[in-house]
């Protein structure tokens, strides 16, 4: 068993959704990043690479590269999980913690997991989501940014 964690935060500003987990939450905010933002994706990503000791998405997607522009962060976790697989090891969970004032992603939680048990090959009930404010506090709490924290293990 070996066990990574996975941090990720970016800046919101104005715009039309956040992108969470591969799921569009119309909001009247976006996410700031040179990817498409999906940062449950990249903090997913760069647990597996730290289980595999393989650096982080930086090292495998560098912002200094114009073709990762915009890119379709579930290709970083395809390319995450392909380095899993290569090795022999498969995804056994998966824990998430989004911290974000607004707006509520309770509703958006099933539809999350699907899409990462999917990528992943991770059984959906071997993931797990959670979210927090920040109750007002900080740059999450004042709505000026959005962070997740992953943690995964492989075997």
Sequence with gaps: MKIGIGIDTHKII????LLIAGVKISCGKS??????????YHAIADAIYGCLSMGDIGDHFPDSDPSNKGLD??????????????????????????????????SYKDEMRQNISALTKCSNKNVNIKASTNENMGFVGEGKGISCHALVSIK
């Excluded at 990043?33 to 999906?38: C, R």
């Excluded at 380095?83 to 992603?105: E, H, M, R, T």
Aim: proline content about 2%.
């Design 31 to 40: 996410i700031l990043a040179h990817s498409d933002g999906d940062i449950v």
């Design 14 to 17: 104005d715009g039309d959704f």
């Design 73 to 106: 962060s579930s290709k970083i976790i395809k390319h995450a999980i392909d380095l899993v697989s290569s090795n022999g090891l498969k995804i056994n969970n998966i824990d998430i913690v989004i911290l974000l004032q607004s707006p509520k992603i309770s």
